[in-house]
């Protein structure tokens, strides 16, 4: 009898599907049966990395970034309602899913109507507190209405210091019981000759995604570097073009991505969280610019610059400069924790 459980990344950039691949491979080593749940670029991703996964489309976010980070805000309440129908609407898929056969679990990353009170539920978040600006404790006070309709909290962070994501996942008067699992990342550190000098590294929602790659190729077209782009847009097929000293991909997976990353010397990217998680355990140099406006990415890329750790810098500020004084910086490096999947999934054996 398979032991089906539900696993739902939001379509939100990449790193909420990334960060579910260790997740998924653990689920397939204890025995589960993982039916793949999302949309968009995220589900076209995972459906690359596991071809032979069922897959199910949930309604669409249709989530857009404001072109000025200074609208970001504005940009994200005119986008309120139709979240709120996206809730609603993957809800209903959702119950049409469990219908079809008898699930043990659903696991959701961030996807606030993946839940059913007749299955154990789980959700996957690292943001106990929403920064906002100035609306913070509404933020996050909606953020966990929504959290404590599941049945169990997932941080993939350390409990302690020190750890990666500060007060995103550790908040001053938590209000909500969680489990740290740890930092989580699909890759594996390898000490690989370095062929690339520069490494970038994309994804995110649109315009900003688009913005950022036209600014850093009018940026490296004066270098004289080895430079490899991943831009992040996931495609039928696999497609690499080569200007110069530029390779540019349109996007890599799985074991062709996790190379790249290790044999490149810098990476350049966007500060969400995922890739925070998985430059750490690459133990990569990086520099950080965050995508204008999210408060989120601000805060994380900050905080690692005040801990000297790694550089960065606003979109519009980044010139080749920039790099001068990166190895002032100590860069990013493992938490080694082992995660008892047995355990925690154990959870899922209740039913």
Known sequence: MNKKVLIAPLNWGLGHATRCIPIINALIGQGFDPVIASDGAALSLLRKEFPTLQTEELPSYNIEYAKKGSNFKLKMLLNSPKIAHAISAE?????????????????????MGVRNKRVPSVFITHQLTVLSGKTTSISTKLHNKYIKKFDVCWVPDMADDP????????????????????????????????????????SGPEPQRTMLEEKLLQEFEKSDKEIVFVRGV???????????????????????LENTINSSNIIISRSGYTTVMDLAKL?????????????????????????????????????????????????????????????????????
């Open 91 to 111: 809800k209903k898929a959702t119950k049409k899913i469990l219908a079809s056969d008898d699930f043990y679990g659903i696991i959701s990353d961030n996807r």
């Open 163 to 202: 750890n990666l994501s500060g007060e995103l996942g550790h908040p001053k008067k938590p209000t909500i019981p969680v489990t740290y699992l740890g930092p989580l990342s699909r890759f594996n550190y390898q000490n690989l000759p370095k062929k690339y000098d520069i490494m970038v590294l994309l």
């Open 234 to 256: 996931i495609e039928a097929s696999h497609k690499t073009y080569v200007k110069d000293n530029i390779t540019i991909h349109n996007y890599l997976t799985g074991t062709a």
């Open 283 to 351: 133990k990569k140099k990086a520099f950080f610019i965050p995508t204008p406006g999210q408060f989120e990415q601000e805060y994380l890329a900050e905080r690692l610059t005040t801990k000297k750790l790694v550089p960065s810098c606003k979109q519009h500020e980044f010139t080749l400069k920039q790099l001068y004084d990166l190895n002032t910086y100590k860069g990013l490096s493992s938490f080694s924790t082992d995660i008892d999947y047995g355990e925690l999934f154990h959870f899922f054996q209740s039913k």
